[in-house]
């Protein structure tokens, strides 16, 4: 007996030791079954970006030269580093030398710049050309790409996000054959996990994607063996799957269904709340309403809308409120701007003073035989739809009539955005970590395909987006931001209203994923090599 106690008391002693002399550290093994909303069409980062599916696959399958990290910062990829000279108008991008297609052929300058040579070339129509419009870009060797700007642009690097295309297996895909060739659905990239196969339903969309993880990929990790995509036709099937435990992660999920899912007794899941450099506002197309052309009837309007309440009633509370186009988080956000307090009596009057007053008694102001009323178009995604009725009925308390229009996504685009056939239209506008509001303020936007939505003008806001652009010290191209944002805020030409919380629903059973900041909900990806199911203990 004392014997055995001896050993025994040995064993706790050597495992206490082996306790204290090693840690838990990530172990390849494990699967993930993700759901999408959606289903794919291009598994191709140069035609990905037009369908949020398709851009987060392409963000796991293909590299790009650099990515974010979980604060939203630009670190390296297929980079190994970049040099930036001549004031800012050439950076020389250096690729690793240790990365490799999924085929085993080796990334090179070539594979860089034959795929920005699809990007820029307007037949293949890529998302992605206008950011490189009067950029240009040679190889300077096997690893080595130089990029030359005709002026500074101090948000350049953000451009390097996008993912490379192997040269040797598109270089002679013809244009006509580019969008429908099946090597987009058979891709080939250098991403951390590698396209094994795909699963269709009856009706020939594409019902599962299975990925598995590379071997030879040039970070560390992967851990996860396999990665299993769903694709769900809208959010109550696909919130449906992940109560039933058929998918442990979630592309979107409303904040309806996040509670429903928060509060469940069988919850299992870490739910992030991350912030995306996205707003939505109310633009206004003076052009189209002699009304709204009015700026007391901007300023009335702001003032009669409660946004504390708009975002409790239609985001739950998810979300922030938003009085200006630098929104928090944002290079050069500043609370310093002009804002509206909430008030049915200020909004009254100021419409009142401004003769604008209800002679007829049927509800609605008018003036010089105009009536206040206009009509707001907006996307028949629910929270929208939702935002575009509560306005309607906040307004009407003063005397506004507005009549609400609903269209499908691409049918708003094509018909009412971008021939700018709008009164008011409510919608949203994803920036960067660092702004460059040129694109949605310059008076050069206004005509498609730029997207100043409010067609706005003004030309000391010209000029400091312009000279804002060229800045390389963020210090002071903050101060230039903060100008700009208080003389947005102060004309009103958009009533900006919120910016909600993307919500994502991840199975507590993985480990390493960690989200702050993201510019696009497939950056929630960008760093999954460090995701983990399961561990091991190895010496100190």
Do not use: C
């Not at 970070?219 to 036709?233: A, D, V, W």
């Amino acid at each position: 007996m004392f014997i055995f106690l001896f050993f025994l008391s040995l064993g706790f002693a050597g495992f206490r030791l082996y306790i204290k002399n090693t840690q838990v550290v990530p172990a390849v093994g494990g699967s993930l079954n993700e759901g999408i909303i959606g289903s794919p069409r291009y598994l191709n980062p140069v035609l990905a970006p037009a369908n949020d599916a398709d851009r987060d696959l392409a963000r796991i399958i293909f590299s790009s030269l650099l990515k974010y990290d979980s604060q939203g910062n630009l670190i390296p990829d297929l980079a190994e580093s970049y040099a930036i000279g001549d004031s800012g108008k050439i950076y020389d991008v250096f690729l690793k030398k240790n990365a490799f297609w999924h085929d085993g052929k080796q990334v090179t300058a070539d594979d860089v710049i034959f795929t920005l040579q699809v990007i820029e070339d307007p037949d293949f129509r890529s998302p992605l050309r206008v950011n490189w419009v009067g950029i240009d870009f040679e190889k300077i060797d096997e690893f080595t790409v130089r990029f030359k700007l005709k002026n500074a642009y101090a948000p350049f690097p953000y451009n390097l996000t996008f993912g490379i295309l192997p040269k040797h297996i598109w270089q002679n895909i013809s244009v006509s054959d580019f969008a429908l060739n099946e090597k987009n659905l058979k891709p080939v990239g250098s991403g951390p996990y590698v396209f094994k196969q795909l699963e269709k339903n009856k009706d020939g969309t594409i019902k599962s994607i299975e990925l598995a993880a590379s071997k030879n990929f040039y970070l560390n990790g992967p851990f996860i063996k396999q990665l299993i995509f769903r694709f769900y036709p809208d959010e109550e099937k696909a919130a449906s799957a992940l109560r039933k435990s058929e998918v442990q992660g979630l592309s979107y999920i409303s904040p309806v269904n996040y509670l429903n899912l928060k509060n469940s007794s069988t919850n299992g899941f870490n739910i992030f709340e991350i912030t995306l450099p996205r707003y939505f506002a109310l633009f206004f197309n003076q052009s189209e309403n002699k009304a709204l052309a009015d700026k007391n009837v901007r300023i009335a309007l702001a003032q009669a809308l409660d946004k504390d309440k708009l975002i409790n009633d239609i985001l739950l509370g998810f979300g922030k409120k938003i009085d200006s186009p630098i929104i928090p988080g944002m290079l050069g956000f500043s609370n310093d701007v002009k804002t509206y307090s909430y008030g049915l009596e200020a909004a009254s009057s100021t419409l009142q003073s401004a003769g604008w007053v209800d002679n007829n008694n049927d509800g609605v102001r008018e003036k010089d035989g105009q009536n206040l009323e206009f009509t707001l178009s907006t996307i028949t995604w629910q929270e929208l739809s939702k935002t575009a009725n509560f306005l309607k009925d906040a307004w009407s308390l003063v005397g506004a009539k507005v009549n609400v229009e609903t269209k499908e996504t691409t049918s708003l685009i094509q018909e009412n955005i971008r021939p700018r056939q709008y009164q008011a239209l409510l919608f949203g506008e994803l920036l960067n970590i660092d702004p460059d509001p040129f694109a949605f303020w310059h008076s050069s936007q206004k005509k498609d395909p730029g997207q100043n939505l409010s067609l706005y003008e003004n030309a000391k806001v010209d000029a400091i987006l312009q000279d804002a652009r060229q800045d390389l010290n963020p210090a002071s191209r903050a101060k230039k931001y903060q100008q700009f944002d208080q003389i947005v805020a102060e004309d009103l030409p958009a009533i900006f209203l919120y910016a909600p919380d993307y919500l994502y629903p991840l199975s507590s059973q993985i480990m390493g994923a960690d989200f702050k900041i993201m510019v696009a909900p497939s950056d929630r990806f960008s760093q999954i090599e460090n995701w983990y199911i399961t561990t091991k203990r190895t010496w100190k």
